[in-house]
Structures are given as structure tokens and as C-alpha cells.
């Protein structure tokens, strides 16, 4: 099937970091989602740090490949997550998305959290570090200083959520960062994004990624209808 976006679906798609993290995935399953990734022309492929190499071997340069560090739960120690990152940039990562440890966070130790995120920083290098709070589980306030400290440890992105754990991206923490962070700070809205109309919605508030394992699907089954309409004419 020949390929021709819309305008609409080619802002979405070079806005979504194309994600593939379920704990069932298989290599052929990545192999695909990195195909998908390339076809549909995604910001990155986002995949398990086990797949990293062969992802990029696979896109052969096509693509961006973005992997998860301290996934989902982020309470390993920081020696842990540097050590991982380290791994996944040697093996030609692109992108860095972290889960803050929530516990720390949650006892009012900010600065461990700004270290741990600091750690992480400069084991990525030059890559781009998406920074996922987990917003679910965080208060208004928690949220707000979570603004500031990703800021602080010079973070690219502050990420909403995992999509593992009880909640995942809403409109309102979006606008709420939008509110609270520094100019060049951005967003990455993940967890929970199932239509084309979440996508969009989520974009015009102020993000300016999204994590979905769904929009490549959506967009081609919107690309496969026009495709019915144009032949039944």
C-alpha cells in the first residue's frame, strides 16, 4: 500500500515516539515495530533496553531508537541506571527515557532525586533524556517541584507517566507543566493515548511527544479506509 499522510497525521506522527515495551515482546515483535517506525516516519522507536542493538541494526540509520532506563518502577539505585544507560548509548541509543524513584520523591529528598536524574544526564551524553515522574501517583505540588528539579539536572523532557502503573497522561498535568517549567524544557505525554483525537488534543495543549503503541496502527487503518473509499469510487 503506497503511503500518502495527511497533513494532520504527519504532525502526529513525527511528534510519537513509537513504543513497543510490553513484558511479552518478542524480537520479531520489535523487529516490526521498528519497520513501522521507519514506514510511518515516528520521532523514535521506543523498545526495552534488551532490544537496542538489534533495533538499530534493523532501522540501519532510518530511525531514532529511544530505550527506558529504571522501567517502570525506577527504585533501582542510580549506579544501576547509570550502568544501563552507559549499555544502551554504547549500543547506539538515541534517546533516554528514566523513571525518577517515586519513594524518594514522595519523603521530600528532591535533591537525591536531581542527582539520580544527574547521573543519568551525563551518562547520555549528547542523547536526548526524557525524565517520566509517574504523575498518577504524584500530588499537585509533587508535580510542580518535579518541574523544576528535572529543569535543574538538565533534563530535555519531562515525561507523564510509564502506562504501568495506575494512570497514565492527562490534559491537565500537560497544561500543568506547561505552566511550571523553564523555556526549553518540553513534554512527553505517554500512558493511555488510544485515539488520533487524544493524540491531537495532547499536541495543542503543549506536549510535544507521545508515547503510544496505537497511533501507527490508527493511522494506517485511517490510510487503509481512504484507500476503500478511493477504489469503491
Excluded: W
Amino acid at each position: 500500500m503506497r503511503m500518502i499522510f495527511t497533513d494532520e497525521q504527519k504532525r502526529i506522527l513525527k511528534h510519537t515516539d513509537h513504543t513497543l515495551l510490553a513484558v511479552d515482546a518478542t524480537t520479531e515483535a520489535i523487529r516490526e515495530a521498528c519497520f513501522e517506525g521507519v514506514d510511518f516516519k515516528t520521532a523514535s522507536i521506543c523498545i526495552p533496553p534488551l532490544y537496542v542493538a538489534q533495533a538499530v541494526r534493523d532501522t540501519d540509520g532510518r530511525g531514532k531508537i529511544c530505550t527506558v532506563i529504571g522501567f517502570p518502577n525506577g527504585y533501582m539505585t542510580t549506579d544501576s541506571k547509570v550502568h544501563e544507560t552507559k549499555s544502551a548509548v554504547s549500543q547506539g541509543a538515541h534517546e533516554i527515557d528514566m523513571v525518577i524513584s517515586i519513594g524518594l520523591l514522595k519523603q521530600g529528598d528532591t535533591d537525591a532525586v536531581k542527582k539520580d536524574i544527574s547521573a543519568v544526564r551525563a551518562a547520555c551524553k549528547d542523547r536526548i533524556l526524557k525524565v517520566i515522574i509517574e504523575t498518577c501517583l504524584l500530588t499537585e505540588e509533587e508535580k510542580i517541584s518535579m518541574c523544576k528539579v528535572v529543569g535543574d539536572a538538565g533534563a530535555d523532557f519531562i515525561k507523564t507517566s510509564t502506562g504501568f502503573s495506575t494512570g497514565g497522561a492527562t490534559l491537565e498535568d500537560v497544561e500543568l507543566f506547561k505552566a511550571h517549567l523553564a523555556p526549553g524544557i518540553k513534554i512527553k505525554a505517554a500512558g493511555g493515548i488510544s485515539t488520533l483525537e487524544d493524540a491531537k488534543a495532547f499536541l495543542d495543549a503543549g506536549a510535544d511527544r507521545i508515547g503510544s503503541s496505537r497511533i501507527v496502527r490508527l493511522v494506517r487503518r485511517q490510510l487503509m479506509d481512504a484507500q476503500a473509499v478511493t477504489v469503491e469510487v
